[in-house]
């Protein structure tokens, strides 16, 4: 499945390549070296600063829990709820060592997470090398591989199946696209307003969370923002307010402008399957599988539409007409 999500992705810049008179092959190997080189690059260029960012902020953070829980304990204080269950119930949630140890495997699940929830480090590098390698064998000989796979078909499903890969593979391309766009955007945005409102130390580290955790519709947002708001309490003032503020904009300007711009053309999913599509990814592939499976539901709503729904209303048609 990640595979041909991959593949799809990527198969528009193969045939760019293809064009200029390369052989499929070449363009295949060339397009994964461009790739690879300029990810190397941005990891040179700005992993150390981002790295030593997110290490900074992993120490901080007990202690900025710890400034949370009192803030909170004083909040309800202050509004008379001083039973001793109440302050024993806000000792337990904020407890620091359950907090940190969860924080520490949520990022790890987020890393590894292209293999389940319960599978290693090992599992999921593996998975993912061999989710690339087979990408890379299904753009190089496509044709060869879908003409293998449609020919189990009998006629005239086989050139019908045929005629909708090319629809399918860009609606499934073109949501990933979109959606490491639309991420990208939202990390930088986030790294540049926090910057501004003084929170320079992290600026970079949570841009980033922000704009991975974004790859994640619907839910991803909300978990990016988690980080920058506890460290905008911890720092006191009104700074809560306006990290909160920045993020609510920036959430908006994403739900209306960005996402039916970039992502919504290419999904032309309802919201209602996109969530249903993101909570079984969940369950099925872990983290990576909320972003996965989305794109495995908009093909086969160009498999639907064209196959079932497009013919059926035509057929409606000749019968009015008859």
Known sequence: MIAIVIASTLS????SVERMGFPRWFAVIFVYLLLLSLLTGIGLLLGPTIITQLQRLLEKLPGYIEILSKQVQLFMTEKGFTEPEILDFLNKQFN????????????QQLLIGVSGLTRGIVGGVLNVLLAILLSGYMLS?????INGIVSLFPVPWDEKLKDQVVPVSQRMGGYIQGRLLVSFILGLTVSLGLKFLGIGEFALGLGTIAGITNLIPFFGPVFGSIPALIVAIAQGGWLF????????????????????????????????YQLLAVLSG???LGILGALILPPWVAGAG?????????????AEKQDKIA
Request: hydrophobic share 50%; proline share 7%.
């Open 96 to 107: 620091l060592q359950s907090i940190v140890s969860w924080t520490f495997k949520s990022s």
């Open 141 to 145: 000989g496509s044709q060869k591989l």
């Open 282 to 284: 969940v369950q099925l």
């Open 12 to 15: 528009p810049l193969v045939g």
């Open 241 to 272: 307010l306006w990290v909160l503020l920045l993020f609510v904009i920036i959430q908006n300007l994403e739900t209306y402008v960005l996402d039916p711009l970039l992502v919504g053309s290419s999904v032309n999913v309802p919201p209602l």
């Open 302 to 314: 160009v498999l639907l539409q064209n196959l079932y729904l497009n013919p059926k209303l035509e």
